[in-house]
């Protein structure tokens, strides 16, 4: 098993463009998650989704969005980026909402 | 006011030390507790779920106060490979992060 795995691993990005971050776990899983990590913070959770079809807002989800057609996918997509989402961006995924979370290994995002 | 609040630290001990982190969560209802460990610049993983009579896994023991809403970290006998940064996680609905306390292990 891959696991979760996210692509790219490092990308700039000029202010105003867009770009989408991959995301894909092989376990089955129902839950995922995105989250954003600023320097010396916590995570912080930008979307998640249950199941296919089904996402929903977490605490920091301006600016971004998603979409789950598949159980294996959770695209993240950033619309007119700005220099406030330079992050690490880490996916999850976990068979339900009480347990152990598997993290990809990131996406480090510039926005300059 | 934060969900969950932790000790950034640094705490720097010497190996062989016994270290303790706390961290407080603010929501009574939260259900499901864990400690996340984090290497700099990768990705965190699970270190151990806390369970409510406390639970021990070889040098590590994590345990959990409903009452003053806190849960714990022990870690005896230090090791390098320990230095890291410890997040504790409360689950209510989702899992919410703290911001980790970063722990230094020196020769």
């Known amino acids: 098993n891959a696991g979760v795995t996210q692509t790219p691993k490092f990308r700039i990005l000029k202010i105003g463009q867009s770009m989408t971050l991959q995301c894909a776990q092989d376990m089955n899983h129902n839950y995922m998650y995105w989250y954003r990590q600023d320097p010396g913070m916590g995570l912080k959770l930008i979307y998640y989704?249950?199941?296919?079809?089904?996402?929903d807002k977490g605490e920091v989800p301006n600016g971004y969005n998603v979409s789950r057609s598949t159980t294996e996918d959770f695209p993240l997509r950033l619309e007119l980026a700005a220099p406030s989402q330079t992050s690490v961006y880490f996916c999850?995924?976990?068979?339900?909402?009480?347990?152990?979370?598997?993290f990809g290994p990131g996406t480090r995002l510039t926005v300059t | 006011r934060k969900e969950v609040e932790q000790d950034p630290g640094p705490f720097n001990v010497p190996e062989g030390a016994t270290v303790a982190f706390n961290c407080t969560y603010s929501n009574s209802a939260s259900q499901s507790f864990f400690w996340y460990r984090q290497d700099c610049r990768k990705e965190p993983k699970l270190l151990m779920s806390?369970?409510?009579s406390g639970n021990e896994d070889g040098r590590f023991t994590a345990q959990l106060n409903r009452a003053s809403q806190y849960i714990s970290l022990l870690i005896r006998d230090s090791k390098l490979s320990d230095s890291a940064t410890y997040l504790c996680?409360?689950?209510?609905?989702?899992?919410?992060f703290g911001s980790g306390t970063k722990l230094n292990v020196k020769p």
């Open positions: 996680v409360s689950d209510f609905n989702k899992f919410y």
């Open positions: 999850a995924s976990s068979p339900g909402p009480d347990f152990e979370q598997y």
């Open positions: 806390v369970y409510s």
């Open positions: 989704s249950v199941g296919a079809g089904i996402t």
